[in-house]
C-alpha cells in the first residue's frame, strides 16, 4: 500500500564532518515558494529544527493528507551532527482549500513544519552551539495554484547556529509552529464511528459543551474530501456525517483524524468503529 | 436560527443529491457515456462491450502527466495493453482556458509528438465525463471490464510523485488489474488514491 513518504526517517546520522563551505543555504527560493531552515532550543534543553515555506499569495503546500489531490511536502535529513537522530514532521493545523470541485488540506501564506532532534545518549556528539556539526535537510514539495509547480532544495545551518542570537527569533517561530499542531483529544472524551452503505457517523462525547467543527482525515482515501460534511452538535456530542471515499479499500476499523473547531481549536481523534463487524452492501 | 436551518437543509440536500449522482464505484457498472474524440468521432461506452477499456485523465501542463510520458511510461502501457486489445482512452475533462485545454489538432500533434498509442483521445471541455466518473486528478485512471463494470478506480502506480525516477520501481495498478482480470482472477487492487494535479474543471462548474 502506498504510505505516504511524509514522515521522516529516523535515521541515526552518519559522523561526517561539515566545513562552513560545504554547508548549503539556509534559504532558497524556489518558485511560488521560498524554503528556509530554522533550529533552535525549545523548553531549555530540547533541540528543534524547522523548515518553513514562505508561499506566494494564492499558492499552497499540503498537509499529511493531501486530500483530492497533491502531494504533501518530504523532508529528508541527509546530515546531522554525529549521533543526532531527528523525529517526524509535526503538522500545524490544516486549512481546507478548494480548487474547483476538488478539496485539499493544506497550507497557504507561511507553514513551519517543526521535527524534534535528538542528541546521542552517551553525549559524545557535539553539542548544540558548538563544533562542526551541521543540519543539512533535502525537502521536496509540490505548491499549487490552479497549477501545481513540483520543487526541491537542499538547506542547511551550522549547528552552532542554534545557541546564535538568531536562533531567538527561531525558537518563537518553531513555538508558534507548535502550537498549532493538534493535541491528542482529552483522555475523556470517546470517538466512534458507524459504517452506512454511504457514509461514515463519526460521534464523539465531548467533557464539554460540544461545539461544531470540520473533520480533517489523517488517512486518505476514506472519505470523499469534496463532500458537505453534515455536523450536529448535541449537548456534549459533537456528530458527522461523512461521505465515504469511491478510493475506500476496506472497512476501517478506526477512523484518524482532526477535529478543527470552529473557535480554532484543534484536536487528534481516533474513532472505533462500532458496527464494523459487519459486511455492508453498497 | 431559520437561516442556519436553511442552510444545514440545502447542505444535506447536496449531500444527499452527490450520492444520488452516478459514481464510479468498483464492482458497478461503469457510467456509460457518449464522447467525442479529437478526430470528431463519436465513442459511446456501450459501444465497447466486450473489449477492456482504460480511461486515462490527462493535462500536459501537470508535473504528474509529465513524469509518465516524459519518462515514456505513459506511451509503453498504452502500446503494451492496445496490442492486447484494450481500448486505451485518454481524456482531457480541462475546461477552455484552463491548463491542459486542447483543440483537436493540438491533441493530435501532441499526442503524435509524444509517441502516443492510445486508441483515442476524447475531448470534455465541459468536464461532463469527468463529472460522471469523478475524475479528480491527472492522471486519475479507470479500467473497465469486457461485461462493462469497473474493475480498477485510481492511481496509475504506486508512487505518487513527480520524480521520472520513480517509475522504474512503482507497482503499476492498471497493469496488474489488466493482468489478473485477463486471466479470470480477481483484481486484489481495485482502488488507490488517484494523485496528480487536480483536473481543471474551471469556474462553470
Known sequence: MGIRSTLITAAVAVACTASADAIPSRVVKGRYVTVELVAARQNGREVWAAVRFRLDPGWHVY?????????????EWTHLPRGWSAGQIEWPTPQRISVDRLVNYGYTGEVLLPVRLTPPEHRSGPRPGSGDGAIVADVRWIVCHDVCVPGKATVGIPAGQIAAPASDEWAALIARARDSVPRPAPKSWRAAFREEPEAFTVSILMDRRAERGTFFPTDESRIDDAAPQQVSVSANTLRFRLRKSDQLPATPTVLRGVVVFTSGAAFEILAAGTNTDRPKSR | MTRTRTVAVAAMMLFTLSGVAQAARVGEPAPDFTGTDSHGKTVRLAD??????????????????GKHYGSGNMQRLQREWTGKGVVWLTVISSAEGQQGYVTADQADA????KNGAQTAVLLDPKGTIGRMYDARTTPHMFVIDPKGTLIYNGAIDDKPTTDRADVAGATNYVSAALTEAMSGKPVTRSTSRPYGCSVKYGSTS
Open chain 1, 63 to 75: 498537509w499529511r493528507n493531501p486530500g483530492d489531490s497533491g502531494e504533501p511536502p518530504r523532508i
Open chain 2, 48 to 65: 465497447l462491450k466486450g473489449r477492456f477499456v482504460v480511461l486515462e485523465w490527462h493535462n500536459d501542463g501537470c508535473p504528474y502527466v
Open chain 2, 110 to 113: 501532441y499526442f503524435k509528438e
